[in-house]
């Protein structure tokens, strides 16, 4: 599906906000979290971006275009090898899946203004992050780009992901992996940021 040629071109709206999060400060305190990162952008996209966003997912589906009258699916369970099972008992929401390269890239694009105060442009000694073996080797991961899988997660009442973490994701050729996850809310989830050596 193309995009309109406008949407999510430009910089972000002058009322987007960053916010790092100081688990030792949070409340209650997570003193257990205090190596971990996490950073808020407020308004990083318009409510009418998002109610546009949200209308693109949904026609992404196979049809593609309005005929794809059931476009939330519910969310599976990834088990590895291109594995996936239904698990209740870990996750109950439906889920959209779109591969969308120049979404992407548009949306990487709004981040950008906010990568390098959010300190994951470069990661370098970050065991929490990148592993303690990467650590230890001494390496060094660049931010090359967001994963073009993108999920758009929907939760009605009474829907749940338990407490997980999400898994790192190598490239066939590895040359990339997935480090950190970027949610843009409202019931939008989208994919990961792929960093390389």
């Not at 987007?16 to 409340?27: E, G, M, S, V």
Request: a negative charge; glycine letters at 8%; proline letters at 9%.
């Amino acid at each position: 599906m193309d995009l309109p040629d406008d949407f999510l071109q430009g910089p972000p709206p002058p009322t987007a906000t960053l916010t790092k999060i100081d688990f030792t400060q949070t409340t209650p305190p997570i003193p257990a979290y205090k190596d971990h990162f996490a950073a808020i952008i407020d308004n990083l996209l318009t409510p009418s971006e998002c109610t546009q966003l949200l209308h693109l997912a949904e026609q992404s589906g196979p049809n593609g275009d309005s005929t794809n009258t059931h476009p939330w699916d519910r969310a599976l369970l990834n088990i590895g090898n291109g594995q996936q099972i239904q698990a209740l008992d870990a996750r109950n929401c439906g889920r959209i899946i779109w591969d969308s390269p120049a979404l992407a890239d548009r949306l990487l694009n709004r981040l950008q203004p906010f990568l390098h105060d959010c300190d994951v442009v470069v990661l370098a000694n970050r065991p929490g992050v990148t592993g303690r073996g990467p650590s230890s080797r001494g390496e060094v991961f660049r931010l090359t780009r967001l994963n073009e899988r993108l999920r758009f997660l929907k939760y009605t009442p009474g829907e749940y992901f338990r407490p997980h973490a999400d898994g790192c994701y190598v490239t066939p050729d590895e040359t990339e992996r997935s480090l950190v996850t970027v949610h843009l809310g409202i019931y939008i989830m989208l994919g990961m940021m792929f960093f390389g050596e």
